[in-house]
């Protein structure tokens, strides 16, 4: 597998826990909105050096991730505004053209330096 995205949480907004139970997590760089940085982990702008696809795997501190289905703004989101929503459920149509689906049970528990990948 090749790494096509790395990025490392920088900081965790005031309000992450807001969406707990709602199997998703926020991904923003620093100029997240200042109605949205506090529900988002804050991220570096990042390139992606290939296009990301269903099928391909998120990496989150090394846990693995099968991507199901990708809005059509996702990877422009997240390669521009390091923005981007990801969503567990497993759905394989993307019902948010910012997020990114994949196969998963429960949200992982993100820290400051915790690392996430996309890989193909």
Do not use: R, W
């Not at 997590?25 to 050096?49: E, H, W």
């Amino acid at each position: 597998m090749s790494t096509i995205y790395k990025n490392t949480i920088k900081n965790i907004g005031a309000e992450v826990t807001a969406f707990e139970g709602e199997e998703m997590f926020i991904l923003f760089g620093d100029n997240a909105p200042d109605t949205l940085k506090d529900f988002c982990y804050t991220i570096d702008i990042q390139p992606v050096s290939e296009k990301i696809e269903v099928g391909n795997t998120v990496v989150i501190d090394g846990s693995e991730y099968k991507i199901t289905a990708i809005g059509h703004v996702a990877e422009q989101n997240l390669a521009s505004l390091g923005h981007v929503t990801i969503v567990f459920d497993g759905a394989t149509e993307a019902s948010l053209p910012g997020s990114i689906y994949v196969e998963g049970t429960s949200v992982p528990k993100l820290t400051i330096g915790s690392e996430i990948l996309i890989k193909k």
